[in-house]
């Protein structure tokens, strides 16, 4: 027989595993996170007494130490990039600051299924909890995060359906044609007791100036530069104006009195990233929605002096008001202002095709002083207002012929009316394809030639609108230029820069004989230099 086994029980080694606590359980150190997303006075209210209740409830529980109330007020939650207390929180949490954060709900944390599922899992590697208490969730129990799943993707849903509100919202106010402003950024007006614009005449002076200016041939440039060291402030409350700025002022319909809505849209309700609208969405275009501080005439001879300028190509900062206006018979080119002998006392200024020394075959187009192109000016507009009579007693019925856009305004008629024949085809088309199973080929092949037809229509009302606006600019440029022959009493006994500016589009140069006048309401007029 063997003897019998002999066990020794080995006793534990003290220290060799860790003791298990004993006493009083470690404190957690407890923050909580509030946030209201409007500025409104109840949200702020809900805001305080979220703060309030938190700060009470975690220094009430012994087995918690009060951290901080991160907060967040009037601010959307859709995204957590603009939430600075929310970053806070987080930063002092992964640095090992926070043990447990408390916060009302799934919606307050985050109403982006990324953002949220992200945060939390980048506290769970930290051993950081986040309890959500409407929703009575622990993101460290085994059950939290399909939870937190599940309910973010709900506030996800939330959040696209309140955007979705306020666009409809906005697009119905549109609809209905009430315009709005960013007032806090818009030069000349302010918000009217009754809620649309009001003319702030004081910077409505500077509107007008900028119009003006532009029409007297300087640039944006020239004028973002004139106005900078004039100490006018922009819209936007700065002291140095960009030429875009300017331009934006001048390309605005809504100093004439009108208004486009919903120029931009937006693309992605979670990013709020905005779009131009270039036509896939309605726009709307609001006739005398509220006072104008340009007139309407004014606004179109800016329009169409945008276009002559593109037509012309580059052209220059146009301080002079010769500049961009004089022009080679040979080559098409501007000409350029040269100071001959600039350093000495024989320096003279003249005028010289810009493309004189460029090209291999010289333009055989003569340099122009001056005297000469104002001397010629003068002599020029006088000749037109010793035949004022003669010119006004047919001028009328010429505007009215060349301008004439009857036609154009029956055939977008005619658009408009065909647009609602298929609007309504199209809508009776999807509403049956909704109510019963159509096959998708047979209805891919109804729908398309409706939408294609659609489309064409949109491109010729399109094009329509621009010879209108074109005919309208040409009109408005006759009038005022009637209207400067008409306010001529006496001959021009010396050149007058704003006449100058007022009527002459261009003058090309011949030869060293001849130049040719093209004023504004397009007469052209020969005359012979010295």
């Known amino acids: 027989m063997y003897p019998a086994r002999a066990v020794k029980v080995i ?45 009470r409830h975690i220094k009430s529980n012994p087995a918690w130490m009060f951290i901080e109330v991160y907060a967040d007020e009037g601010i959307s939650a859709t995204s957590t990039k603009k939430r600075d207390g929310f970053n806070k929180m987080i930063a002092d949490a ?45 993101t460290l129990d085994s059950k939290g995060e399909l939870l937190i799943s599940i309910m973010s993707s709900l506030a996800q849903e939330e959040s696209r359906s309140i955007s979705a509100n306020v666009t409809w919202g906005q697009r119905k106010r549109f609809a209905d044609g009430k315009v709005s402003l960013p007032y806090g950024q818009f030069l000349g007006y302010e918000k009217g007791e009754d809620g649309l614009p009001k003319i702030v005449e004081k910077e409505a002076e500077f509107v007008r100036l900028i119009y003006k200016l532009f029409l ?37 319909e809504k100093y004439k009195g009108d208004a486009v809505l919903q120029k931009s849209f937006t693309v992605d309700f979670l990013t709020k990233k905005k779009k131009i609208n270039e036509g896939e969405i309605p726009q709307y275009y609001v006739e005398n929605s509220h006072p104008a ?27 002079n008001c010769f500049a961009s206006r004089i022009v080679c018979g040979d080559c098409g080119g501007f000409y350029g202002r040269k100071i001959w002998h600039s350093t000495t006392k024989y320096a003279n200024t003249v005028w010289q095709c810009n493309n004189k020394f460029r090209k291999r075959t010289y333009c055989n187009t003569p340099h122009l002083k001056e005297e000469v192109l104002k001397r010629a000016f003068v002599e020029a507009f006088n000749s037109l207002i010793e035949n004022k009579d003669e010119i006004l007693s047919t001028y009328n019925e010429i505007i009215v012929t060349i301008t004439d856009f009857k036609k154009q305004e029956k055939e977008s008629q005619k658009i408009n009316e065909e647009c609602t024949v298929i609007e ?28 294609t037809r659609y489309n064409e229509l949109q491109n010729r009302k399109q094009e329509l609108n621009s010879e209108i606006a074109i005919l309208k600019a040409r009109r408005n440029q006759m009038n005022a230029f009637i209207r400067q022959l008409k306010e001529q009493k006496e001959l021009l006994t010396e050149f007058n820069e704003s006449l100058w500016c007022a009527t002459v589009n261009a003058v090309v140069v011949k030869s060293n004989e001849e130049i040719t006048f093209q004023f504004k309401d397009g007469t052209e007029l020969p005359w012979g230099i010295e």
């Open 424 to 451: 309504a085809a199209v809508e009776k088309l999807i509403a049956e394809n909704a109510r019963s199973a159509i096959d998708q080929k047979e209805y891919t092949k109804r729908y398309t030639p409706l939408a």
């Open 11 to 55: 006793p534990a080694t003290a220290g060799l595993f860790a003791p298990i606590a004993a006493g009083t359980p470690a404190t957690k150190r407890v923050a909580a996170y509030a946030r209201v997303s409007t500025d409104n006075d109840e949200q702020l209210s809900s805001y305080e007494a979220q703060v309030d209740y938190y700060t």
């Open 293 to 319: 501080i340009i007139s309407p005439e004014t606004y179109e001879l800016v329009q169409e002096e945008f276009r002559r300028r593109k037509a012309a190509g580059r052209y220059t900062s146009a301080i």
């Open 94 to 138: 992964l640095a090992g600051e926070i043990d447990l954060i408390i916060t009302k709900s799934v919606s307050r944390f985050a109403r982006n299924t990324v953002d949220t599922l992200t945060t939390v899992r980048q506290l769970k590697e930290k051993g950081v909890e986040v309890y959500f208490e409407k929703e009575n969730i622990y």
């Open 216 to 252: 007297e041939g300087k640039t944006p440039s020239g004028i973002a530069k004139h106005l900078t060291e004039k100490g006018i402030k922009t819209p936007a409350g700065k002291q140095k104006w960009q030429p875009s700025t300017v331009t934006s002022i001048l390309q605005n």
